[in-house]
């Protein structure tokens, strides 16, 4: 998925931007995607520990595995 339409579909479903970061370190309780030495890092930060940490060699491929689980996230509260 582009960075254009993660944009857009995040705001089209009304997923609020503080469940997650780009880029922007890490912070309690959100889903974090960061790019290290060419590699794309995405997990869920908690307590202070990275949780369920998944790889990827794209950013594409780390967009569409963040958007999947703030959905399954939106659903869990009930929003959609």
Not at 15 to 20: G, K, T
Not at 27 to 37: A, H, K, S, W
Request: proline share 1%; charged share 35%.
């Amino acid at each position: 998925m582009r960075r254009e339409e993660f944009k857009y579909k995040v705001a089209k479903n009304n997923i609020p931007e503080s469940w997650f970061l780009i880029n922007n370190g890490s912070q309690e309780d959100t889903f974090c995607l960061e790019e290290v030495y060419g590699k794309w890092y995405f997990y869920y930060y908690e307590k202070g520990n990275r949780e369920n940490e998944l790889i990827f060699d794209n950013v594409e491929d780390a967009l569409e595995i963040l958007y999947k689980k703030l959905l399954i996230e939106k659903k869990y509260h009930g929003t959609i």
